[in-house]
């Protein structure tokens, strides 16, 4: 299933990192161990994908990191134009508010690149992406885009 997110209505949801968290964009340096983290936790489809956003120009991914240590990760661009995801946290840190803040962090910078409305795709925590950024239910959306993915 699709959902569609609304970047007109985002208001305020701002992204606010929890304390110590800190949220950016990866540099050159860092593209690979990024790709090889998502890939580790999340697998070699995400991984394709952070990729992608990584080769963006902007780069479309933003990372969270503590002390040093990587803890999650979103990208917008990457399945397909005007598409958010994949967003993925480590299960260590889950429950933390990451997840939320990463996704409007994506959302904000879709909206500032002129974007009226996301997509997040083939959403597997529907009520996630309610609570975090009021998503909606596409009808008829799966298998959608992905129909026939070579894997
Ligand atoms: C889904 C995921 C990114 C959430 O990350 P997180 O950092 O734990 O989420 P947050 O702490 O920011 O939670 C934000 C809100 O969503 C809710 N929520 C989080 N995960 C949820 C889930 N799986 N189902 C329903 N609600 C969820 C939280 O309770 C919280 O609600 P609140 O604002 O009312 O307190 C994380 O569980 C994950 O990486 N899962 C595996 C990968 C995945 O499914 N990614 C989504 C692709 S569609």
Redesign the pocket.
Known sequence: MDMLIKLYALGELFPVAPPGVLLRKPLGPEHAFVTQWVAQR?GALWSSEAGVALANRPVSLFMAQRQGQLL?F?CWDATARGFV???????I???????????RACLHDMRAAGYGYAV?????????????AGALEIPDSSPGLYAGLLR
């Not at 995801?85 to 299960?91: D, E, I, K």
């Not at 889950?94 to 803040?101: D, P, S, V, Y």
């Open positions: 999340f999650g979103a995801g994949p967003l993925g946290v480590a299960q840190a889950r429950g933390q508010g990451l997840g939320a803040a990463l996704l997040a795709g083939h959403v597997a925590a529907p009520r996630f992406f309610e609570r975090a």
